[in-house]
């Protein structure tokens, strides 16, 4: 695969992670709880931090951290693809991503915009981009290229 597909086909991941986040989002307050309850009795019974309340909340905070990771990790690796100089991403995009995700929640049924998960994702964003930079890197130390140039 060429370099134009490649950037081509991680745009369109970016996009789909996007839709992604902002979908579960403008899910009414009782859909995205089921959602959520659904999955905490799954991982409760594995692990038992996820029992109860706090279950709940860890299960929220972490699905936001780990959306917003995999959109950080795919951002920097479109600008490998690119040819731009590899580095952990500012958190820009990221912030302005999590801001219009709990703008939507501001306007669906029972559902509430927190500034805290603004700051998880911004900081999930962030150490999405700083583990492709880390495993980036591990690469072309272990092949023998020359690493921080950008590219891949």
Request: proline share 3%; charged share 15%.
């Amino acid at each position: 695969m060429n370099r134009a597909k490649i950037k081509t086909f991680l745009t369109v991941l970016i996009g789909l992670n996007l839709a992604f986040i902002w979908g579960n989002s403008a899910l009414p307050g009782k859909q995205s709880g089921e959602m959520s309850g659904t999955i905490v009795a799954v991982l409760a019974g594995i692990f038992p931090i996820f029992q109860g309340e706090a279950g709940h909340f860890l299960l929220r905070k972490l699905a936001h951290f780990s959306e917003f990771a995999c959109l950080g990790f795919l951002t920097v690796a479109r600008k490998a693809v690119g040819g731009e100089k590899i580095r952990p991403e500012m958190p820009g995009f990221g912030l302005f991503s999590a801001c219009i995700d709990e703008t939507i929640q501001l306007y669906v049924p029972a559902r509430a915009s927190s500034l805290i998960d603004v700051w998880i994702d911004t900081a999930g964003f962030f150490t999405g981009s700083i583990l492709f930079v880390m495993g980036h890197n591990i690469y072309r130390a272990i092949t023998g290229r020359k690493t921080g140039t950008g590219g891949l």
